[in-house]
């Protein structure tokens, strides 16, 4: 259908009704898109022309880096059947740890809408979480090989519930390993200050 050469397909950050979207591109400056809902957060933006919409993917917008989670060109099966889902990634190489690696192997599945935080700040290497938007309709679990250096391993990506996800724990923000140590060194003086006074007070009883 060319009427979709004029669309973007989007994944708003939370619910939003039509009319508010709508209301969003005409406070940044385009009034003339139309918006469809499909189902969920996915919505449809409707373009005058091809290169209206373009220009507009092509440019880095920070209102709408921060109310979409994924806005790009529409693809044959948007609509149709998109879900949302968690993969666990294990063995993923440590020389391959960043985020273009997940990014590209997201779109075997779909589209990438988040990495884990404990991932992104490399809580623990054993394994690796992102959510994912896709039209598989089973659940996913897949083997691969990636080359390092001539050396193939297999990286094993399943599909697991979120609640998994938002049980793991997250390393302290912004504290340098200097302040580490200073934390270490302070539990040890309050470990080594109550020894003191449990002899003082065992010695004023005797």
């Not at 933006?45 to 529409?74: C, G, T």
Request: aromatic share 10%; with cysteine; glycine share 4%.
């Amino acid at each position: 259908m060319k009427w979709l050469d004029c669309c973007a397909f989007g994944i708003l950050t939370c619910p939003l009704e039509r009319q508010e979207v709508h209301d969003l591109f005409t406070s940044n400056g385009m009034p003339n898109v139309a918006v469809s809902e499909i189902e969920g957060e996915t919505v449809l933006i409707h373009f005058h022309k091809p290169n209206d919409k373009q220009a507009f993917l092509s440019a880095i917008l920070e209102w709408v880096e921060d109310h979409f989670q994924v806005l790009r060109e529409w693809k044959q099966g948007d609509g149709a059947y998109n879900r949302k889902c968690w993969i666990q990634l294990k063995g993923v190489p440590l020389q391959t740890w960043c985020r273009k690696f997940f990014l590209s192997l997201s779109r075997r599945f779909g589209d990438l809408i988040k990495i884990a935080e404990a991932t992104e700040q490399k809580v623990n290497m054993e394994y690796a979480f992102m959510e994912l938007l896709t039209t598989a309709k089973s659940p996913i679990s897949w083997e691969f090989n990636v080359d390092v250096k001539g050396q193939k391993q297999i990286v094993k990506c399943t599909e697991i519930h979120e609640s998994y996800v938002q049980k793991i724990p997250i390393v302290v923000q912004n504290r340098s390993f200097k302040d580490l140590i200073s934390l270490d060194s302070s539990s040890q003086t309050c470990s080594k200050k109550t020894d003191e006074e449990k002899a003082s007070a065992l010695s004023r009883r005797n």
